[in-house]
């Protein structure tokens, strides 16, 4: 149940997002600004130049020229060779996917924590005491009804259990290794 | 003969003998080594092929050969064709489970695993002809090496591109969001703006905290809200990831190296390569990383390719099921880590080679060489930064240098050497002290304030506010017409086309940055003494690449300027005179970088494949070498251990370091269990029952035991591990009728069979009958070199041919420490 909402909540999240819609590919160039070149003055200020052009057009002629060419007319020798162009791609969709996984992830961690810290605790002892009281009575025969389908999911349930429980003893003999007796990874 | 070695008959196999026989005892061992593994049902059986052929010559040795003859004819008597009986073999159902595991924190034995492994695999061969589906079982296993690696490849190559990119996000999320699309960093929001200005990099649609919150770009109520911010988020991340840490996989915390060696030579740590480990170290990584400690992914990464390369192996039980062969795969996967940590896969395979790997055959090689090819191949793929290469601070050059410059470099390294040395001292002694203080009681908290004082103090410096790599490939770059920053701000003329970039004065805004940077050197220096460490994953290779090409920078600005200001002088040669491509600062930068590292892990030939692959220029292997060297000699001289070295020494695991020379005169009988007054526990081959067996291996704690013709003789007959001993006797219990605890437990001979006794126990399975031996006047060197040669376990000690004692590797590990001067009871696992 939690894990279909947490599954409704991810698609729609994801579906929402994918309306902003940005480039894969662009021509970045820097260039001194034209004031530069034309008044022969010192300055530092560059002014950067992105086209979406393809990448044997990522150059002075195909990015710059169309837009500063009525600016620096007849001076495009002088101006064009100080210029930077670095053709770019990257995968939009890549990086969405992998942000919004690190995001659940770490989400998932975190509920997960939670819970071992706040909840588990109450949980295991219920379970315990249930346990024993179960034994005490020690009548089998009252489990009827659904029996056949419940053990099954008990089965499930308890391997699971099983294994949860051996991995809480592994990481509580590496928290004494490595936090209480410091023999390790100091 | 060596593809169908199993397919010869009884007869055949009579004459092979035969003839190995009247050849003389020298080629024996070579002649029967195909057909040793065919033995026969009733009889006990040899299990690796070495005893075998040394009981032939020990037979045949002896004076009188009537009884050899005599045996020999017995045997190939009772032949009865194909049986076959494997140690390791899967699929047996005699197979006792569990053999061939190892508990947690022992030392594994590489000759009894590769000798499994070799048995395994001829039984293959021979299946082989049995029917299709055995071919294609063969064919599998034939190729699952590089399957294996193959997968381990794929998958670190996405892993990592998981990381880079987290990581970029979430460093920017501490100074500003992309509104319009949250998932963005920094600079892909402004991706396709060109309102960019270069003062601060940011664009419309990138807003910082401060705008969110109303205030303007500028003053200082928008300087406080950043500040405040960049520290909130820093402490968040910082926390998160050392509570992850702590309550999932603990083994997760710090750099993984040292371990990683550990484990390649011969060490099992449960745990350490799991799937919770895993998970846990990547997402606390890209926290790590994100919340702005002095920390790199580089180390760790190669912790995450290992943890990949084990867990894959589980897929394929050649290797999931035998640990010296899972080495192997874990070999390659360092060499992928490295791979695309800094994509450099040459690199990463000679990283492997030299740094981590302790077992390294060709096979190997290939095999890490593909992995690291296919890894590197994958993050390129991806494409993580935007710009084609698989780490952000790829340069690329194309500057000659001089001859003179040498000097600089070589004075580099020196100054490498000594930041790497300070590095170290430090960093042990913090660490001691965390381990035997109050300090370490605290590890949340201590990662907290390390967090919340490097977040304090580093926002201020532009230098160590930004993320490490970037600030390194701001470093590594030279000043062209695209780089704005200070650094950058020379008195140049960009009218003059012909000379775009010529050296020049430098600016106030130069001297600036070089003031803010030897800030930044200290502080750095200074956050990750006390950072490397601290309970969440962090590496050390940027945080020293950071100091090296901080330091760097600073020399080669020096440098620069001198030829502007000298451009005459003989040192320049006159090459300086015509003002173009003299001296390159960002060289220098590299150069430095390389010497800083170099001296704290004392990488040598690796470390220079990796900055080369970086710049992609050849022609700067010559200062890159100069650095390294140099740098590795002042090492040396100040201190005699890098950091792996150092922590692995530190935290006493069981390693036997290939690169130490062993220089002591002592002897194998001073080394070996038991001393003087002590006895040594063994077990006679048939006349211990199952009672004295169990009464031995309650009372001592040995990890396995001598198994000799008898007490009285002490002739030795073969080893036997205590964790087999223990599981084949609860199976025999379990499986085999009539065994009680009057059985006679039988390793070796031929027993008289009593009436009325009850059946014996046949242990001969589990019998190591080819353990090495050395006499007790070997020299110590030779015993050391065994040990890391073979990589033994144990070796037993004879005098006059009788069974004297046991030398285990933490003797060796503990002697090697006392000869040091050092403690040996630091040793702590075996």
């Known amino acids: 149940m939690i894990i279909k909402l947490f599954y409704i909540v991810f698609v729609i999240t994801c579906a929402t997002l994918v309306s902003a819609s940005y480039e894969d590919k662009r021509c970045k160039c820097v260039c001194p600004s034209p004031a530069a070149v034309l008044n022969n003055t010192v300055g530092s200020d560059r002014k950067l130049y992105i086209g979406n052009v393809p990448p044997n057009k990522c150059n002075c002629d195909g990015v710059i020229l169309p837009r500063v060419g009525e600016l620096i007319k007849g001076r495009e020798q002088e101006f064009c060779p100080r210029c930077e162009c670095k053709y770019e791609n990257r995968n939009t969709t890549i990086i969405k996917v992998v942000v919004i996984i690190v995001i659940w992830v770490i989400m998932l961690l975190v509920a997960y924590m939670g819970f071992l810290i706040c909840l588990d605790p109450l949980i295991n002892k219920r379970a315990k005491a249930s346990y024993q009281e179960h034994t005490n009575e020690d009548d089998e025969s009252t489990i009827s009804g659904p029996s056949h389908h419940m053990g099954a999911r008990g089965n499930v349930l308890n391997r699971v259990t099983h294994q949860q429980d051996k991995w809480k003893r592994q990481v509580r003999e590496q928290r004494r290794n490595i936090y209480d007796r410091h023999t390790m990874l100091n | 003969m060596e593809r169908f070695p199993l397919k010869s008959s009884v007869s055949k196999m009579g004459t092979t003998y035969q003839s190995v026989y009247k050849k003389g005892t020298n080629g024996g061992r070579h002649g029967d080594e195909d057909t040793v593994d065919i033995t026969t049902g009733p009889r006990e059986v040899p299990t690796t092929p070495t005893s075998h052929g040394t009981f032939q010559l020990y037979d045949h040795g002896r004076p009188s050969n009537a009884s050899a003859n005599s045996y020999i004819a017995q045997y190939f008597s009772t032949s009865t064709g194909d049986a076959v009986i494997f140690t390791g073999m899967q699929g047996d159902t005699d197979e006792i489970p569990g053999i061939g595991q190892y508990d947690d924190f022992h030392t594994i034995d590489w000759q009894r695993d590769i000798a499994r492994d070799r048995m395994r695999h001829r039984y293959i061969v021979k299946k082989r002809q049995d029917s299709i589906w055995n071919l294609i079982k063969g064919a599998h296993d034939a190729w699952s090496g590089w399957v294996c690696v193959l997968l381990v490849g794929v998958c670190t190559g996405v892993v990592a591109g998981v990381i880079d990119i987290g990581a970029s996000w979430m460093t920017d999320l501490k100074f500003g969001i992309c509104p319009q699309a949250f998932w963005f960093n920094r600079e892909q929001c402004c991706w396709s703006n060109d309102e960019i200005t270069f003062d601060h990099g940011n664009c419309s649609q990138w807003m910082t905290w401060a705008q969110l919150f109303g205030e303007s770009k500028e003053g200082v109520g928008a300087y406080i809200i950043s500040y405040l911010f960049y520290i909130v988020w820093a402490l968040l991340f910082a926390a998160l990831s050392a509570s992850l840490v702590r309550m999932f996989a603990p083994y997760a915390c710090g750099s993984g190296i040292p371990e990683i060696k550990t484990i390649l030579s011969g060490f099992i740590i449960r745990g350490y390569l799991g799937k919770w480990t895993l998970i ?55 060499a992928a880590g490295v791979s695309v940590a800094f994509g450099a896969p040459i690199g990463g395979v000679l990283f492997s080679l030299e740094e981590v790997s302790y077992y390294f055959p060709l096979k190997t090689l290939w095999r890490s060489f593909f992995c690291a090819l296919i890894a590197a191949f994958i993050l390129r793929s991806i494409n993580p930064f935007g710009n084609e290469h698989s780490v952000l601070f790829f340069v690329e050059y194309n500057k000659p240098w001089i001859f003179f410059e040498l000097i600089p470099f070589v004075g580099l390294g020196i100054i490498g050497g000594c930041i790497a040395t300070i590095f170290i001292k430090a960093n042990i002694y913090w660490c001691r002290y965390r381990k035997y203080s109050k300090l370490g009681q605290y590890p949340v908290t201590e990662v907290l304030v390390v967090t919340l004082v490097t977040a304090i103090i580093a926002y201020p410096n532009p230098y160590t506010r930004m993320n490490t790599s970037q600030l390194i490939y701001l470093l590594f770059n030279q000043c062209g017409i695209s780089n704005s920053d200070p650094l950058c701000d020379y008195n140049r003329n960009f009218t003059d086309v012909n000379k775009a970039i010529e050296k020049a004065a430098a600016g106030p805004g130069v001297y600036q940055a070089i003031w803010l940077l030897m800030l930044a050197l200290v502080l750095k220096l200074v956050m990750t003494v006390f950072t490397f460490g601290i309970k969440v994953p962090c590496g050390l290779f940027i945080p020293s690449l950071a100091l090296g090409a901080i330091a760097g920078r600073i020399v080669g600005i020096g440098v620069e300027q001198l030829a502007y200001k000298y451009p005459k002088i003989w040192l320049f040669s006159g090459e300086c005179s015509t003002g173009d491509d003299c001296i390159t600062p960002g060289l220098y930068a590299m150069v430095g970088a390389a010497a800083v590292l170099g001296g704290v892990t004392r990488m040598t030939v690796s470390l220079v494949v990796i900055m080369f692959e970086l710049t992609g220029g050849v022609r700067y292997i010559v200062p890159l070498m100069a650095a390294a060297m140099a740098s590795k000699w002042v090492g040396d001289a100040l201190g005699r251990q890098g950091i792996y070295d150092a922590h692995i020494a530190l935290n006493g695991y069981p390693f036997l370091d290939s690169k130490d020379e062993f220089q002591h005169t002592s002897l194998a009988a001073d080394v070996m269990q038991p001393k003087r007054n002590e006895t040594l526990s063994v077990i006679t081959q048939d006349s211990m029952t199952v009672d004295d067996v169990e009464t031995l291996l309650k009372e001592t704690e040995h990890n396995g035991y001598p198994v000799v013709v008898s007490k009285e003789s002490q002739y030795l007959v073969g080893f036997v591990l205590r964790r087999d001993l223990n599981l084949a006797i609860a199976n025999a219990r379990r499986t085999v009728e009539g065994i009680t605890g009057q059985s006679v437990v039988v390793f070796a001979g031929s027993p008289q069979q009593g009436v009325m006794s009850p059946p014996q126990l046949m242990l001969s399975r589990i019998l190591d009958m080819a353990p090495i031996t050395v006499t007790d006047q070997t020299p110590m060197e030779t015993v050391v070199d065994m040990f890391r040669k073979l990589g033994l376990r144990q070796t037993l000690v004879t005098h006059n041919g009788r069974l004297l004692g046991v030398i285990t590797k933490k003797d060796v590990l503990r002697h090697v420490k006392q000869m040091d001067n050092e403690d040996p009871n630091s040793v702590l696992f075996n």
């Open chain 2, 280 to 334: 846990i170290k990547v997402v606390g990584l890209i926290l790590s990383v994100s919340s702005g400690l002095s920390l790199g992914k580089e180390g760790p990464m190669v912790h995450i390719a290992s943890c990949l390369g084990n867990i894959l192996s589980y897929l394929f039980p050649k290797y999931g099921r035998n640990e010296a062969k899972k080495r192997e795969i874990l070999s390659a996967a360092a």
